[in-house]
């Protein structure tokens, strides 16, 4: 097995720069090979917040990053490219069961995009918004979801659901609150027809960025660490439940 540290360091020489939105070039998108998952990164029409980029930020690193973990430590069958750019208005987004939703505080989606969502999450999809932080990001999301969802709450989660238990046993909630804005992390939660968690935004809390820079000492090594599990236990709760 190659070291993780030999490939990241391969991963963010060529892909960051080849395709990193936060270089300012040209979004590219990713060919991945025939494996067990492929990471979805949902594109969706945006407000404008950042001038419609939100759905890229971090990318591609923090997809590579995740899914080269996420292969070595479980036995899922991913690789390091196992990721790809869906439009959230396209069919497309219902052959891929895990799906990343980045800076969604700018989500403005057509009555197309909303329908998908609706259905994606209520066929067994499993959705992570992450990256968005402050009470005006907040209410957009609560807003988006009541037009797809109008009979649903968000939920709060709690460090005893099972989604925190399934895999790594997560000890703490808010390991990653002295690097990031806005307040306290919080878990929200939507379920889907049947009852189960189809929809986690992690509110106050940037996933993708300890995804991201594990390679360039950014981030201390433990909330990293910790980034990693919690993503690797909600991606085994989506493709368990």
């Not at 990713?30 to 939100?54: C, F, H, L, Q, S």
């Not at 969502?117 to 209410?139: A, N, T």
């Not at 109008?150 to 005893?160: G, I, K, Q, S, Y």
Request: charged share 20%.
């Amino acid at each position: 097995m190659k070291p993780l540290c030999l490939t990241l360091l391969t991963l963010t020489g060529a892909a960051g720069w080849l395709f990193g939105q936060r270089f300012n070039r040209q979004i590219g998108q990713n060919d991945p090979p025939k494996t067990e998952v492929v990471i979805a990164r949902w594109r969706y029409t945006a407000m404008g917040k950042y001038r419609g980029t939100g759905w890229s930020h971090n990318y591609p690193s923090s997809d590579s990053h995740f899914v080269q973990v996420l292969g070595e430590s479980t036995l899922i069958d991913v690789n390091s490219r196992s990721y790809r750019i869906v439009d959230l208005g396209s069919p497309e987004v219902f052959r891929y069961p895990f799906a990343v939703v980045s800076e969604p505080g700018e989500l403005a989606l057509t009555p197309e995009e909303v329908e998908n969502l609706r259905q994606y999450i209520d066929r067994g999809g499993f959705v992570l918004m992450d990256d968005f932080d402050g009470e005006p990001d907040l209410s957009v999301i609560r807003h988006t979801l009541k037009l797809a969802f109008p009979d649903r709450e968000l939920e709060t989660l709690t460090l005893d659901d099972p989604v925190f238990h399934n895999f790594f046993v997560i000890d703490r909630l808010n390991v990653v609150a002295p690097y990031v804005v806005g307040g306290d992390p919080v878990f929200y939660a939507l379920r889907n027809s049947k009852g189960k968690i189809g929809l986690i935004a992690a509110y106050n809390n940037d996933l993708e960025n300890f995804w991201d820079y594990i390679d360039d000492g950014r981030y201390p090594l433990k909330p990293s660490v910790e980034g990693f599990r919690l993503g690797i236990n909600f991606m085994i709760y989506a493709m368990s439940h």
